[in-house]
């Protein structure tokens, strides 16, 4: 029985991320025929783009999904002894499952009342300059909140850790614990490398089981929501709400939050929570910021992305500002100007890759470095 326990719960959590690599593989290759087929068209008129995205970004969310399914092989002990150390496991499993519960549940009462499904329009040409820049605006503050809101989740789960932490222990002994709750690869003290703590150490600590649980929920969940508001039939919570917010190019193809949850579960899997957290911040303040300040305040910009020399700054202070609580001076200050900063200017021009996928993927290996090379993180928190 145990067995067939396990079993399933392999086939769940395995099925459910190779569902998302063949989606994204199938998109990437469909929008590089459409891509191809209207390529004079697109060249013929100056402000026009495909609605099917780049495959780039497409192909490099599969790569990582793949990662991941690599990582979780590794690292995730598939057992059925109810003991603690299994919990991860038991957790991975049932997300998949509770959201095609949900899905069913959603989808038998939207039946019942007998709403019908709105077709997408599958038109692979639009007029960016057609968006007025109030409206652009306003559409763009609604899609970075919800980098901010993911971000302040994570902050509220370690918080409420903590606070169990102080309710169940005497004294200071929550701090030892808590302690050990944010400990990461690069604190461990029993002689073992980076490179078996990510590949070979079983369990990862709890800080960090925690946040990778919670994003890779995030990914399922984003995804389901895509996969289902691209069907033609199948319902699922807050499609009209990701709908409203997504800007045209993105209709046809998978919306751009999902490069950012994917990207960040990559970051999860070799990242302690604090330099974790730092990471973020790129993609949860700085991002946002200079989005909002480049729309507005924006006089000079680059000619070959249309981004601004403002918001690039207002970027840069922002990521400084809030990398600095995390992990100290000197990994912001090399985040925000290294990583932010170049990232900016050159997506998604002439790089063809969207800086939400782009940051984690930069700033992790970068934070590797800096404490393989014996630079510490301090945290000011």
């Known amino acids: 029985m145990a067995t067939l326990i396990v079993l399933f719960m392999q086939i769940i959590v395995y099925s459910s991320l190779g ?11 469909q929008s590089m025929i459409i891509n191809y087929k209207n390529r004079e068209k697109t060249k013929a008129n100056q402000g026009f783009e495909s609605t099917y995205g780049e495959p780039f970004n497409l192909v490099i969310m599969a790569i990582i999904i793949i990662i991941v399914i690599f990582m979780i092989n590794i690292k995730v002990g598939f057992q059925w002894t109810l003991r603690k ?24 009462i939207q039946y019942s009342r007998g709403v019908k499904k709105p077709k997408i329009i599958s038109n692979p040409i639009v007029n960016a300059l057609e968006i007025s820049g109030e409206i652009k605006q306003k559409i763009d503050f609604r899609r970075k909140f919800w980098h901010i809101f993911v971000f302040i989740l994570v902050i509220s789960i370690l918080f409420l850790i903590r606070q169990y932490l102080v309710s169940q222990t005497n004294g200071t002994l929550w701090v030892e614990h808590y302690q050990q709750l944010l400990d990461g690869f690069f604190d461990y003290t029993d002689g073992t490398s980076f490179i078996d703590n ?13 946040i990778i649980i919670f994003m890779y929920g995030m990914v399922i969940f984003m995804f ?7 069907s033609g039939h199948v319902f699922f919570l807050f499609q009209k709400k990701v709908q409203s ?16 949850a994917t990207g960040f579960l990559l970051a999860a899997w070799i990242l302690p929570p604090f330099p974790f957290l730092a990471a973020m911040c790129l993609g949860s303040f700085a991002d946002p ?13 680059y000619s ?6 403002e918001g690039t700054i207002a970027g840069m202070i922002t990521a400084f500002i809030s990398m600095v609580f995390f992990v100290g001076w000197i990994y912001a200050l090399i985040g925000s100007i290294v990583v932010f900063a170049i990232i900016d200017i050159i997506t998604p021009k002439p ?9 984690p993927l930069i700033i992790t290996p970068i934070f590797v470095l800096l404490t393989a090379l014996g630079i510490p993180y301090i945290p000011l928190i």
């Open 304 to 309: 070959w992305n249309g981004k601004s020399i």
């Open 85 to 108: 150390q299994d919990h991860p496991a038991i957790i991975l499993s049932s997300i998949p499952a509770a959201y095609v519960l949900i899905g069913i549940i959603v989808n038998i």
């Open 198 to 210: 990510i590949f070979i150490r079983k369990t990862p600590p709890m800080g960090q089981s925690t």
């Open 19 to 29: 569902i998302i690599i063949i989606a994204l593989m199938a998109k990437g290759i």
């Open 289 to 301: 910021i200079a989005s909002i300040i480049g729309i507005k305040f924006g006089r000079k910009r």
């Open 245 to 260: 917010i997504m800007r045209e190019k993105e209709k046809n193809t998978f919306g751009s939050y999902t490069h950012f």
């Open 224 to 230: 389901t929501i895509e996969l289902t508001r691209l």
């Open 351 to 359: 790089l063809r890759i969207s800086d939400n996928i782009l940051m």
